[in-house]
C-alpha cells in the first residue's frame, strides 16, 4: 500500500518563499508528482520528480529524495494567487499508471 | 483549460438513483481514470481505462461502474445512490501507460444526493 503525509495547512506572507513537505512510504515508486487546487476547481499539474534532485520551472522547484521518501515544493515570490491547496501524488510501479494523493496542504497567503 | 471535458458541471439527485458521467479526454489521450474528491477523504483513485480496457482498479464501490468506449470516451455509472456518494467527480487522461506522463484533469461534476 501507499502512504502520504504533508502538512494540512500553512499560512506565508506575499513575496516570501514557503516550503511544502510531502513525505512517501510505498511499495514501489514510479515517480512523483505535484498539482496546485483552487477550491472547487481541477487539479493543473505543477511538477514531476522521478530522479533525486531539485526540479526547477520559474518560481515553483521541486526535490525529492528516494531513499528519504520524501519531496517538497518551494514556492518563490509568493502571489495572493498561489493560494490554493497543494497536492503531492505518488505513482506506483507496475503497469498501471494510476496516482495515490495526499490530503493537500491549504496553503493562504496574506498581504 | 486542461483539454479534458466532463458533463454535467453540476448534477442534483436523490438517494437511490442513478447518474452516469462523462467524460472526453484530451485528443491523442488513450488513458481515462476517475477519482472521486470528497471533504474528508480527499483524491481517490476510482478506476482507470486504457484503449478502451479496465487498467487499473482503486477504491471504487460495486454500486460504481464505468467503461471507456471506441471513441475513447468514458462513463462513470453511479446507482442505487447514497448520501456519502456527494462529492466531486474529476476524469483525468493521459497519452498511454507511459512512465514520465502527466495526468491532466477535466473541470470535474459535483454530485448532490439530496
Known amino acids: 500500500g501507499q502512504n502520504i503525509d504533508q502538512p494540512t495547512e500553512m499560512t506565508a506572507t506575499e513575496g516570501a518563499i514557503v516550503q511544502i513537505n510531502c513525505t512517501y512510504q510505498t511499495s514501489g515508486f514510479n515517480g512523483l508528482f505535484w498539482y496546485q487546487q483552487h477550491a472547487g476547481e481541477a487539479p493543473t499539474f505543477l511538477s514531476y520528480?522521478?530522479?533525486?534532485g531539485l526540479e526547477e520551472k520559474g518560481r515553483f522547484s521541486s526535490f525529492l529524495s528516494r531513499s528519504k521518501g520524501y519531496s517538497y515544493l518551494l514556492l518563490k515570490e509568493l502571489q495572493m494567487k498561489d493560494s490554493a491547496s497543494y497536492l503531492c501524488?505518488?505513482?506506483?510501479?507496475?503497469?498501471?499508471?494510476?496516482?495515490?494523493f495526499g490530503s493537500g496542504t491549504q496553503l493562504t497567503v496574506l498581504p | 483549460d486542461s483539454g479534458v471535458t466532463q458533463t454535467p458541471k453540476h448534477l442534483i439527485t436523490a438517494t437511490g438513483q442513478r447518474v452516469t458521467l462523462r467524460c472526453s479526454p484530451r485528443?491523442?489521450?488513450?488513458?481515462v481514470y476517475w477519482y472521486q474528491q470528497s471533504l474528508d477523504q480527499g483524491l481517490q483513485f476510482l478506476i482507470q481505462y486504457y484503449n478502451g480496457e479496465e487498467r487499473a482498479k482503486g477504491n471504487i464501490l460495486e454500486r460504481f461502474s464505468a467503461q471507456q468506449f471506441p471513441d475513447l470516451h468514458s462513463e462513470l455509472n453511479l446507482s442505487s445512490l447514497e448520501l456519502g456518494d456527494s462529492a466531486l467527480y474529476f476524469c483525468?487522461?493521459?497519452?498511454?501507460?507511459?512512465?514520465?506522463?502527466?495526468?491532466?484533469f477535466g473541470p470535474g461534476t459535483r454530485l448532490l444526493v439530496l
Open positions: 485528443s491523442g489521450d488513450l488513458s
Open positions: 483525468a487522461s493521459s497519452p498511454g501507460l507511459g512512465q514520465g506522463e502527466t495526468q491532466y
Open positions: 520528480n522521478v530522479l533525486d
Open positions: 501524488a505518488v505513482r506506483a510501479s507496475g503497469s498501471a499508471r494510476q496516482l495515490t
